[in-house]
Structure formats: structure tokens, C-alpha cells
């Protein structure tokens, strides 16, 4: 298994640009999702990075440095909807199961 | 398409009955996991299952909890003599291929009295 570690809570004004980062212990990863998930609700798919680099998608981007266990999630012109919680999950190799972070909860202001 | 199913959606129950969680898995997806999430805390793997076939159960309790996955019908989390301990949302995932993106359910949320 991993520890995936991101900060507690952000917070952002509507309109910015807000970066979530996420650090994980290298040994046994096999690639990095993002999900972002509302109160109350299920968790849904974001990203997926298996390779150094950047995948941009929309408003949102994400970023992985494999070398460095580090990857962050790009938001872009924020909106009062992406206030929720951002997981960060390491794909563990061999049964291919996730290793979840606490998240991190945004909340986007006006 | 429909999307993963999981009822009830909310469970109540008293300290030493057992509760029954059901999942059923997007159509065309063999993999299922199952997840626990507890308030202020990230998602917990619990258990990775194959039709017919526990895959991995490391994040299971040793005692009273328990899952299937059937060659019919939809995957089942069993926890029997429920404790207050127990109340959670319980997330059923399913993938198409091993190591590919999870599709999450709504999950079951578990309040034991």
C-alpha cells in the first residue's frame, strides 16, 4: 500500500485558479487518479496519470512526477459547483486496487 | 446505461443484527470493489472481487464482515452483530478491466443504533 497525503481544506474565490497537490510513497504504483466528490454523494472520475507530464481536460488538468511521488490537480476558472471534496488515489500494482487520500475540501467563494 | 447500483441507500440497524449490502456492477464490468468511508475520513479499500472470485481482502475485518460476488445477481458486503462502530457509507466500485478507472455507486449509508 501507499500513504497519499493532500491538505485538509482549501479555499478559492470564484473565477481563479486553484492547485491541489498530492504526495505518495513511490514503492508499488502503478498511476494516479483524481475524483471529486459533493457531500453526501458518490465520488467521480476526474483523471488518471500513469506517466510523467501533464493531462489537461477541460477546466481541469492534472500533473504527475513519478520520480518525485508528487502529482497536483489543475482547476481553472472556478465555479461556486466545484466546491467538493478532491480524492487523490494511488493505483497499487499487483491486484490494481486504490489507496485513497483523506481528500481535500474546496470551497469556492464569490 | 445504467450506472452502479447499490440499495439500500440507507440502512438502519440495531447493535447485533446483521446488515446486507447489495451492489450491482455497470453492465459489461467484471470487477468490483468495495469501499467504507468514514465521516472526515478518505475511502477505505475493503475488498476487490471477480465473479466467483475474492481477488484481494486486505482491508476486510478478520470477524463478522464478509462479501460475494455470484456468477448471478449482485455482489454482496455481509456484516453480521453490527456495532456502533459500523456506521458509514459503504461504496460499491466497478471497473471493466483491472487497473482501469472505478465507477462509484451512491452507496449505502449504515447507521447502527
Known amino acids: 500500500g501507499q500513504n497519499i497525503d493532500q491538505p485538509t481544506e482549501m479555499t478559492a474565490t470564484e473565477g481563479a485558479i486553484v492547485q491541489i497537490n498530492c504526495t505518495y510513497q513511490?514503492?508499488?504504483?502503478?498511476?494516479l487518479f483524481w475524483y471529486q466528490q459533493h457531500a453526501g454523494e458518490a465520488p467521480t472520475f476526474l483523471s488518471y496519470?500513469?506517466?510523467?507530464g501533464l493531462e489537461e481536460k477541460g477546466r481541469f488538468s492534472s500533473f504527475l512526477s513519478r520520480s518525485k511521488g508528487y502529482s497536483y490537480l489543475l482547476l481553472k476558472e472556478l465555479q461556486m459547483k466545484d466546491s467538493a471534496s478532491y480524492l487523490c488515489?494511488?493505483?497499487?500494482?499487483?491486484?490494481?486496487?486504490?489507496?485513497f487520500g483523506k481528500g481535500t475540501m474546496l470551497l469556492v467563494s464569490p | 446505461n445504467a450506472g452502479v447500483m447499490q440499495n439500500p441507500r440507507h440502512l438502519v440497524r440495531r447493535r447485533g443484527q446483521e446488515a446486507r449490502l447489495r451492489c450491482s456492477p455497470m453492465?459489461?464490468?467484471?470487477?468490483v470493489y468495495w469501499y467504507r468511508q468514514l465521516p472526515e475520513e478518505g475511502l477505505k479499500f475493503m475488498v476487490y472481487?471477480?465473479?466467483?472470485?475474492?481477488?484481494?481482502e486486505s482491508g476486510m475485518p478478520k470477524e463478522r464482515f464478509s462479501a460475494e460476488f455470484p456468477k448471478e445477481g449482485p455482489s454482496i458486503l455481509r456484516i453480521q452483530q453490527v456495532v456502533r462502530g459500523d456506521s458509514a457509507a459503504y461504496f460499491c466500485?466497478?471497473?471493466?478491466?483491472?487497473?482501469?478507472?472505478?465507477?462509484f455507486g451512491p452507496g449505502t449509508r449504515l447507521t447502527v443504533l
Open positions: 466500485a466497478s471497473s471493466p478491466l483491472a487497473g482501469n478507472e472505478q465507477f
Open positions: 513511490t514503492s508499488g504504483f502503478n498511476g
Open positions: 496519470n500513469v506517466l510523467d
Open positions: 488515489a494511488g493505483l497499487n500494482s499487483g491486484y490494481s486496487t486504490l489507496t
Open positions: 453492465k459489461g464490468h467484471s470487477h
Open positions: 472481487l471477480q465473479k466467483e472470485n475474492i481477488i484481494d
